[in-house]
């Protein structure tokens, strides 16, 4: 029954309309970079963010759509299907960039929802389940750590409120952005936080090189490794750079770079399976000639395994303690998302998907995390890959091919379809 609807679905989609949906989601909070490329910086909980979602809502109202948002500020595209009681399955993404972000990471995935219900629409196709588009409030943690505040809180993975305090680099408080958010968006109805979807599929660029690479059109995603991000506060006492000798002093900076050469040696995977990042570092006074009483700077640590993860990352207090030599040093955890796999429901329809539409196919984990990472204990779970140009990713040069864009909604609404109809 499902292959029957399929091909009209499939043949739905319209490879020129995706893009340039895409390219117009990129003119919000685009910028050109310094090496000439075309970037996007569109933090979460902002009026850039609130434009780009009223843009998308305008699309989603054209096809019928019902627009609603949940107390997180996830907002919802629902496509109703010909039983309105039952779960419906969940697509979707994020619309929040990276500072130095692209324009794929996260939108793609929204847009190519978008794409798949706009051709179940168009097909004159009513799936026995509505079928769902999520734009998920924060995913990349970029204004506002960790990550996924709003797909966490829509799985009650962790309550809302415990992000309630967080403070962006202006000192806003989370609560306070999201408020601001909700108050513009008051004239959208509402809905609870959280249900239990049917599945949850989501489109996502690879960001990495492997399908380009091996010359692949899809990846079928089988799991999500392992993240947990930390915050370390080292605190010195700060004193003039010209007089104080070195004997004296408390030089938090100094202890900041004792402490991660430590963690660079807890770090070594001489397999590079590993991954561990220090990318943002703070320093208080901060001028040149007055020593460092304090830097706060973040740990990005990530594994396919959970025991390594438990284990290195369970270390990491521990080895920064030891490093200090005049300072002190404070370890919070911010993130901690164990490694996920998705099983074979997902995965299959994703797969029997691409396969019938003669796409070339790779199964593979992701490297970065998702919100599908949070939607694995709900129900059945999975993510669809497209190539990205160089695998290059939180940068602007980020890229991917407008016929790599349609394939992956090709292959999205025909297992969106196949997840609907069963
Ligand atoms: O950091 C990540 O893995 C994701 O791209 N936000
Ligand atoms: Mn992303
Ligand atoms: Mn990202």
């Given at each position: 029954m499902t292959v029957s609807v399929a091909p009209n679905a499939v043949a739905a989609v319209s490879?020129?309309?995706?893009?340039?949906?895409?390219?117009?989601?990129?003119?919000?909070?685009?910028?050109?970079?310094?090496?000439?490329?075309?970037?996007?910086?569109?933090?979460?909980l902002t009026t850039l963010d609130r434009t780009?979602?009223?843009?998308?809502?305008?699309?989603?109202?054209?096809?019928?759509?019902?627009?609603t948002i949940d107390p997180a500020g996830n907002l919802f595209l629902r496509l109703e299907g010909e039983d309105p009681s039952l779960p419906p399955v969940l697509t979707g993404s994020h619309m929040d960039s990276q500072p130095?972000?692209?324009?794929?990471?996260?939108?793609?995935?929204?847009?190519?929802?978008?794409?798949?219900?706009?051709a179940v629409a168009t097909a004159g196709i009513r799936p026995k389940r509505a079928i769902e588009v999520v734009a998920w409030t924060n995913e990349e943690g970029g204004r506002y750590?960790?990550?996924?505040?709003?797909?966490?809180?829509?799985?009650?993975?962790?309550?809302?409120?415990?992000?309630?305090?967080?403070?962006d680099a202006a000192g806003i408080r989370y609560a306070d952005a999201l408020a601001e958010q909700m108050a513009s968006e008051s004239d959208l109805a509402t809905r609870p936080l959280g249900y239990t979807p049917h599945a949850y599929l989501e489109a996502h660029i690879e960001q990495g090189p492997r399908l380009e690479v091996e010359g692949r059109e899809i990846g079928v995603v089988s799991g999500i490794q392992g993240s947990r991000w930390f915050t370390v506060t080292i605190e010195g006492r700060?004193?003039?750079?010209?007089?104080?000798?070195?004997?004296l002093r408390r030089d938090a900076v100094q202890d900041m770079v004792r402490a991660i050469t430590a963690l660079n040696a807890l770090m070594h995977d001489p397999d590079d399976v590993l991954r561990f990042t220090v990318a943002s570092i703070r320093v208080e006074p901060d001028t040149s000639n007055s020593i460092a009483r304090r830097v706060v700077f973040t740990i990005d640590f990530r594994h396919p395994d959970k025991a390594v993860l438990i284990e290195r990352g369970d270390a990491i207090t521990g080895v920064v303690e030891a490093a200090m030599t005049t300072c002190t040093a404070t370890v919070h955890e911010r993130f901690h998302a164990l490694p996920v796999d998705f099983g074979a429901t997902v995965p299959g329809a994703v797969a029997a998907a691409a396969t019938s539409q003669g796409l070339s196919t790779i199964t593979m984990p992701s490297g970065a995390f998702h919100d599908a990472q949070f939607m694995v204990p709900l129900c059945p779970t999975g993510m669809i890959f497209i190539p990205c140009r160089g695998g290059v990713s939180h940068h602007p040069a980020e890229y991917a091919e407008p016929v790599a864009c349609a394939n992956g909604a090709r292959v999205l609404v025909q297992a969106l379809l196949t997840l609907a109809n069963s």
């Open positions: 490879e020129a309309r995706l893009w340039q949906r895409l390219m117009e989601m990129a003119e919000i909070g685009g910028f050109v970079s310094e090496e000439g490329d075309t970037g996007v910086n569109r933090p979460c780009a979602r009223r843009l998308l809502i305008s699309w989603a109202e054209r096809i019928g759509a019902s627009v130095q972000g692209g324009r794929f990471d996260g939108i793609y995935g929204v847009i190519a929802g978008l794409e798949a219900i706009e750590a960790p990550g996924c505040t709003g797909s966490m809180s829509f799985a009650d993975f962790r309550p809302m409120s415990d992000f309630d305090d967080i403070v700060s004193d003039h750079a010209g007089t104080t000798p070195l004997g």
